[in-house]
């Protein structure tokens, strides 16, 4: 892909004036929600940091040593951290390792530079050592923080930083980029309503497959709703792909699901094309059970994304909770 994404050109910019001005900090902090591509802008300044003649734009020149070193991933002076498995956590070693490293003298004379992603995977003891690093950098170090939940990072972590605020682009601006991109399929006005307004994340919906799945999670989840599918039997399509992804749907869902009941026609849902689906689920519930239900999502997901509890018994039990909740209704299909 790109990296010159067009929403970002104005951070970007800003963050040139900084550094023309030798005033580029010691950590930034990349937040936004998913979607927007924050590790794509990251990994493009991390590149142009260490490209040894850079562009007008400041970007990498993408021939140079350094540019040839950071393409096959063999930067010296270039970390990334992430989490050994996906959705566990950055543990402290990974964070020594990381001070080792920025404590070395730059190779090749320049920044040395880690990028931690998703920062907000950091557990407490690995924010406790990286806190060392944040108040006492390294002269030449620039720490690059990724995350959509910058909540979740501790206050001190986070007032060590300096935060770059990803917003999604205006929609005009988000369809012209990714229209050409959709190949006829999806509205790419509707991709970015489910999306949220974040064009990387509806361009993934256009290719398909999470389309589909997300499609298919809202069919078995009123199925389990109705008491026509097994709760237990249920969980297995819950577990198939992106379980965070899946559990942001479902609180996504619910949280729809408490502004139809409020008001038949809300101006805005964050999945405008099930509104009939889920108009039809708001009828069956009064409200105080689907507040209840979106607590149990929201709790769900927190202890599916932040504890070692078994995802497949905490599913077990959520479902469980709603299932028949609802009486079956004739037309059961998705809008
Ligand atoms: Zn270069």
Not at 200 to 207: I, V
Not at 233 to 244: K, T
């Amino acid at each position: 892909m790109d990296e010159r994404l067009p929403w970002h050109e104005r951070l970007w910019r800003q963050l040139q004036q900084r550094l023309a001005a030798g005033r580029l900090p010691h950590a930034l902090l990349l937040a936004g929600r998913v979607g927007l591509g924050k590790l794509v802008f990251a990994r493009r300044l991390a590149r142009a940091l260490l490209c040894e003649k850079r562009t007008d734009e400041g970007d990498a020149c993408g021939c140079c040593r350094g540019c040839r070193l950071f393409r096959a991933g063999s930067h010296p002076d270039f970390s990334a951290v992430r989490p050994a498995e996906d959705g566990k956590a950055i543990k402290i070693d990974q964070i020594r390792d990381l001070r080792d490293f920025l404590g070395l003298t730059a190779q090749y004379g320049g920044y040395k530079i880690a990028l931690l992603e998703p920062a907000d995977r950091l557990n407490l003891s690995a924010a406790n050592s990286l806190l060392k690093t944040l108040e006492e950098p390294p002269g030449n170090g620039l720490l690059l923080l990724v995350t959509a939940q910058p909540a979740r990072l501790p206050a001190t972590v986070r007032s060590r930083c300096q935060t770059i605020r990803f917003d999604p682009p205006p929609l005009a601006e988000a369809i012209s980029w990714l229209a050409p991109q959709t190949n006829g399929g999806l509205k790419p006005g509707t991709l970015l309503d489910v999306a949220g307004g974040a064009p990387l994340a509806a361009l993934a919906y256009a290719g398909g497959e999470s389309w589909n799945r997300r499609r298919e999670l809202v069919e078995r989840y009123e199925q389990v709703l109705t008491g026509q599918l097994d709760p237990v039997r249920a969980v297995e399509y819950w577990l198939q792909g992106d379980l965070a992804e899946n559990l942001r749907w479902l609180i996504g869902w619910h949280t729809d699901l408490i502004r139809l009941k409020m008001d038949l026609e809300p101006p805005c849902l964050s999945s405008p094309d099930l509104r009939a689906v889920l108009r039809r689920w708001a009828k069956r519930q009064p409200a105080n059970v689907l507040f209840d239900r979106l607590d149990a999502a929201i709790r769900l997901y927190t202890l599916c994304s932040t504890t070692q509890i078994n995802a497949q018994l905490l599913l077990e039990a959520f479902l469980g909770d709603g299932a028949g909740s609802g009486e079956p209704d004739v037309s059961r299909t998705c809008a």
